[in-house]
């Protein structure tokens, strides 16, 4: 690491959150500026990670680290693609900063041109987190809807986009837009499909769902299988996305952080206490997302020109 060109490195995860016990590891995230002999052949790596673990089967303990450092490039291609990562580094306070250069006070001070109101990657990993021991039923008979819509139009060969607009738009179901990749994605129940799927393949995905649902959902109602950190996570995300929305930025450490470490240790009920409040916040998340006044999508033009502005002066 010592040869990378550091824009800015930072305390991240449990510490940034406010939500690290006294066995919470440490995490770290960082930048660097590619040199231009990598940017010239084409050689740029997306990132560099580091661990002090021994052994990579075993769990991290308070003494492990992990640290993530990701070329300029990578970091502003996910930043655009509205990753959760991106946007808490964006947001770190400087009591979490480590080191950093003028680059990266460029980029805070003009972070606003990642916002925008559909940041589908945001959405699909709190959807996907929460579908995965099923809140309510409400979300079984959404799909199961969906799921009749495409058995009609199951003909030969036919794929989604050939009845695209023939998708119902109903709660727990809705349009994403086009992905990064310019393919038009639909969204059921945290389950992501896209336009270039033939019917059949998408009908089997939600029948799979449907199986799998089922399980879950029982033993949710026993507080028993389900991954509390991964569902900490989804809390987390929808706050932070929320507060984006209404305030215009994301405060660190959260402000419910102590509620967030009591469900990532499991110690609340998740059907009673958990399921409220997440099925809570994604719906006002995702009406927030539809009346927002921020921009439909980032501004990816002015990070190119950002990205070549590092290198003028080299």
């Known amino acids: 690491m010592d040869d990378l060109d550091i824009i800015v490195k930072m305390y991240f995860g449990s510490h940034l959150y406010g939500t690290n016990t006294k066995d919470s590891d440490e995490d770290f995230k960082g930048i660097f500026l590619p040199s231009k002999r990598e940017v010239i052949l084409g050689k740029i790596s997306k990132s560099h990670s580091y661990d002090t673990k021994e052994d990579e089967h075993s769990k991290n303990t308070k003494e492990d680290k992990d640290i993530e450092i990701y070329s300029l490039h990578y970091f502003i291609k996910l930043g655009c693609e509205g990753r959760t990562e991106i946007f808490d580094m964006l947001h770190a306070p400087d009591s979490m900063i480590l080191e950093k250069t003028r680059i990266w006070d460029m980029i805070t001070n003009n972070r606003e041109k990642f916002y925008a109101r559909d940041m589908y990657s945001v959405m699909e990993y709190i959807n996907r987190q929460a579908?995965?021991?099923?809140?309510?039923?409400?979300?079984?008979?959404?799909?199961?809807?969906?799921?009749?819509?495409?058995?009609?139009?199951?003909?030969?060969?036919?794929?989604?986009?050939?009845?695209?607009?023939?998708?119902?738009?109903?709660?727990?179901?809705?349009?994403?837009?086009?992905?990064?990749?310019?393919?038009?994605?639909?969204?059921?129940?945290?389950?992501?499909?896209?336009?270039?799927?033939?019917?059949?393949?998408?009908?089997?995905?939600?029948?799979?769902?449907?199986?799998?649902?089922?399980?879950?959902?029982?033993?949710?109602?026993?507080?028993?299988?389900?991954?509390?950190?991964?569902?900490?996570?989804?809390?987390?995300?929808?706050?932070?996305?929320?507060?984006?929305?209404?305030?215009?930025?994301?405060?660190?450490?959260?402000?419910?952080?102590?509620?967030?470490?009591?469900?990532?240790?499991?110690?609340?009920?998740?059907?009673?206490?958990?399921?409220?409040?997440?099925?809570?916040?994604?719906?006002?998340?995702?009406?927030?997302?539809?009346?927002?006044?921020?921009?439909?999508?980032?501004?990816?033009?002015?990070?190119?020109?950002?990205i070549i502005s590092c290198y003028d002066s080299l």
């Open 131 to 306: 579908s995965k021991y099923g809140l309510k039923g409400s979300r079984l008979n959404a799909a199961k809807k969906v799921l009749e819509v495409l058995r009609y139009y199951n003909i030969d060969s036919l794929k989604l986009r050939d009845m695209w607009d023939r998708l119902p738009d109903i709660q727990h179901c809705r349009m994403l837009g086009q992905n990064p990749n310019g393919i038009r994605e639909y969204q059921v129940c945290g389950k992501i499909l896209q336009e270039t799927q033939k019917i059949d393949y998408a009908i089997g995905i939600l029948e799979k769902f449907f199986e799998k649902y089922g399980e879950r959902a029982k033993q949710a109602a026993k507080n028993k299988g389900i991954d509390w950190k991964a569902v900490s996570h989804a809390l987390r995300a929808g706050m932070q996305f929320k507060q984006l929305l209404t305030e215009n930025t994301i405060t660190f450490p959260l402000k419910e952080a102590d509620y967030i470490i009591k469900v990532k240790q499991g110690k609340l009920n998740y059907k009673n206490e958990v399921v409220p409040k997440l099925e809570g916040l994604m719906k006002e998340v995702e009406i927030l997302s539809k009346e927002s006044k921020l921009p439909e999508k980032p501004d990816r033009e002015f990070w190119d020109d950002f």
